[in-house]
Structures are given as structure tokens and as C-alpha cells.
């Protein structure tokens, strides 16, 4: 009896100990899955300038995607923030449209670091800015794309699709040349809008009943200053959140009047970055 006994509380010491140490296995397991997708540092930051500029950088594993450069004020600070992330080359840098507050700083930049390639819009405003940028990106005999029609790039996990004006618009002609990119990845979202307008607006909208534009995250157009039908776009994009790249009353009143746009983050008040969490919402962070 007591050799049963005895028996019997080896067999349940060795059965708690089994437990406890699955248990902790399982822990170790999920933090090792946290840690490793920390390591991989996947991300999308929309970088703060020193003023209404866009500049957003898209970092997944190896590749590193700039999408416009901010105003030329700007390079000195993109380029630090750059350096703290250990990017030391941009596999794609994308300019939405010509004007200096997306393409100024991107003489800098090019001249600072290897760009592969640069991706932009047809149309083009001869500006001191985009003179220079350009200047730039031959002088250094970057492979250059002009995106003329719908175009798709795959790489890895990774796809960017491309929407150019589809014919060119009268007024306000450079904001409504504007690029729109859509990030996607993992099964998430990203829509930069550049600076389009009304105009753009209603030519870019689904006619079909598509879904297109629907992404987790967007770029509100124009810095979120008011644009008419600047409503019916966010419907049709029905983001999770949203990044407002312009300050002040006027664009904070504008953005208070629209619904829709989920969880709203100011690129001007700090860099608002988004992590690509495996099977999860993004986490965000905002840093000064």
C-alpha cells in the first residue's frame, strides 16, 4: 500500500511538473514570437516635418520604400530618422507630384544615400524644386519609371499598386496628378493620396462597385484641408485610421466635420509610425 502510495505521488509530482513546464513553454513560445516579429521591425512611419509636408517611409524586411521627400528643409531631419532606423538605402523612392512640399528634400536624400529607382508621375510642373530633384536622380543615373496607367509592383510579400491621373485636369493640375499608392501586405492596407482634389477625386472614385481604395490606413488627401467630396472618398476608403499631414484650425476643424475616419493621428505633432503585428491590429506609436 505504501509503495502504491508512493507510486502514486511520483506519478502526480511528475504530472504538475509537466504542466507547469508546458505552461511556461507556451509563454516562452509567444514571446519568442513577439520578439522575433519585433526583430523584424516591419512598419510604415509617416515622418514630421517641419512644416505641411509628406514624407513616409515603408520598411519590411529587406526593402525600404520612400514615398515623397518633404520640402528641402526637411532632408537634413528625414535622413537623421532614416540613420536611427538603419536604413542605409532606398530600394524605391516615390514623388506623388512635383511640388516642393512632396519633392524637395529628395535632392538631398539622393545625393546622400543609393536610391535603386524613382517612381513618379507623367505629369511634371517645372518648378526650382523639381528641376533640382530631377537634376539629381540623372546626374546619378537612377533608374527612373514614369507611371503612366494602372501598374502593379510584386515583390516578397508586397504589393503596390499605382493609380495616375487618367488625363490632364485643368485646375490645380499638379495636386491632381498626384500618384495614389496602395500598400499592401499581410493582408493590411496602406492608401497615400498625395495632394489630389476634387477634380481627381471624382475620377478616381469606383464606378463598378470595387473596393479598390478600401484600406486599413489612410493618408487623408491634401494635408486635410477641406476639398469638396472629400466624404464620399472616405467611404469608399472606410480606413481603421487615419494620418492628417497639415496642422492648424482650419485643418483640425475640417477633419472634426468628416465621419469615418476611424482613429486620427497628426503627422505634425510627431512621427506617427504604424507596426505590421502578424494576425493583429497595427501598433502605433507617436515619437517627437
Given at each position: 500500500?505504501?509503495?502504491?502510495?508512493r507510486?502514486?505521488?511520483?506519478?502526480?509530482?511528475?504530472a504538475?511538473?509537466?504542466?507547469?513546464?508546458?505552461g511556461?513553454?507556451?509563454?516562452?513560445?509567444?514571446?519568442?514570437?513577439?520578439?522575433?516579429?519585433?526583430?523584424?521591425?516591419?512598419?510604415?512611419?509617416?515622418?514630421?516635418?517641419?512644416?505641411?509636408?509628406?514624407?513616409?517611409?515603408?520598411?519590411?524586411?529587406?526593402?525600404?520604400?520612400?514615398?515623397?521627400?518633404?520640402?528641402?528643409?526637411?532632408?537634413?531631419?528625414?535622413?537623421k530618422?532614416?540613420?536611427?532606423?538603419?536604413?542605409?538605402?532606398?530600394?524605391?523612392?516615390?514623388?506623388?507630384?512635383?511640388d516642393?512640399?512632396?519633392?524637395g528634400?529628395?535632392?538631398?536624400i539622393?545625393?546622400?544615400?543609393?536610391?535603386?529607382?524613382?517612381?513618379?508621375?507623367?505629369?511634371?510642373?517645372?518648378?526650382?524644386?523639381?528641376?533640382?530633384?530631377?537634376?539629381?536622380?540623372?546626374n546619378?543615373?537612377?533608374?527612373?519609371t514614369?507611371?503612366?496607367?494602372?501598374?502593379?509592383?510584386?515583390?516578397?510579400?508586397?504589393?503596390?499598386?499605382?493609380?495616375?491621373?487618367?488625363?490632364?485636369?485643368?485646375?490645380?493640375?499638379?495636386?491632381?496628378?498626384?500618384?495614389v499608392?496602395?500598400?499592401?501586405?499581410?493582408?493590411?492596407?496602406?492608401?497615400?493620396?498625395?495632394?489630389?482634389?476634387?477634380?481627381?477625386?471624382?475620377?478616381?472614385?469606383?464606378?463598378?462597385?470595387?473596393?479598390?481604395?478600401?484600406?486599413?490606413?489612410?493618408?487623408?488627401?491634401?494635408?486635410?484641408?477641406?476639398?469638396?467630396?472629400?466624404?464620399?472618398?472616405i467611404?469608399a476608403?472606410?480606413?481603421?485610421?487615419?494620418?492628417?499631414?497639415?496642422?492648424?484650425?482650419?485643418?483640425?476643424?475640417?477633419?472634426?466635420?468628416?465621419?469615418?475616419?476611424?482613429?486620427?493621428?497628426?503627422?505634425?505633432?510627431?512621427?506617427?509610425t504604424?507596426?505590421?503585428?502578424?494576425?493583429?491590429?497595427?501598433?502605433?506609436?507617436?515619437?517627437?
Amino acid at each position: 500500500m505504501k509503495n502504491t502510495k508512493r507510486v502514486l505521488s511520483i506519478l502526480f509530482a511528475v504530472a504538475l511538473i509537466l504542466t507547469i513546464f508546458c505552461g511556461c513553454a507556451k509563454k516562452e513560445d509567444t514571446s519568442e514570437l513577439s520578439e522575433t516579429a519585433l526583430e523584424r521591425n516591419e512598419f510604415v512611419s509617416f515622418i514630421e516635418t517641419d512644416n505641411d509636408a509628406d514624407c513616409a517611409l515603408i520598411h519590411i524586411g529587406d526593402h525600404n520604400i520612400l514615398i515623397d521627400t518633404g520640402e528641402k528643409k526637411d532632408a537634413e531631419d528625414i535622413l537623421k530618422f532614416l540613420d536611427e532606423k538603419g536604413v542605409t538605402s532606398i530600394e524605391y523612392m516615390i514623388i506623388s507630384h512635383f511640388d516642393k512640399d512632396h519633392c524637395g528634400g529628395g535632392a538631398e536624400i539622393l545625393n546622400s544615400m543609393h536610391v535603386s529607382q524613382v517612381v513618379h508621375p507623367e505629369y511634371v510642373e517645372e518648378k526650382d524644386a523639381s528641376t533640382e530633384f530631377l537634376d539629381a536622380v540623372r546626374n546619378k543615373g537612377v533608374t527612373e519609371t514614369v507611371i503612366k496607367e494602372v501598374t502593379e509592383f510584386r515583390f516578397d510579400a508586397i504589393s503596390l499598386n499605382f493609380y495616375p491621373a487618367s488625363f490632364e485636369y485643368e485646375n490645380d493640375t499638379s495636386n491632381n496628378s498626384s500618384l495614389v499608392v496602395k500598400l499592401t501586405y499581410l493582408e493590411k492596407s496602406v492608401l497615400f493620396t498625395g495632394d489630389i482634389e476634387a477634380d481627381r477625386i471624382a475620377d478616381i472614385m469606383p464606378s463598378d462597385g470595387s473596393d479598390y481604395l478600401k484600406a486599413d490606413i489612410l493618408k487623408i488627401p491634401y494635408h486635410g484641408r477641406e476639398i469638396d467630396d472629400e466624404q464620399l472618398f472616405i467611404n469608399a476608403v472606410m480606413p481603421t485610421f487615419t494620418v492628417v499631414t497639415g496642422k492648424g484650425g482650419k485643418v483640425e476643424k475640417n477633419i472634426e466635420s468628416l465621419e469615418g475616419l476611424g482613429d486620427v493621428y497628426y503627422s505634425q505633432k510627431g512621427t506617427v509610425t504604424f507596426y505590421f503585428n502578424y494576425g493583429t491590429d497595427f501598433e502605433v506609436t507617436v515619437a517627437k
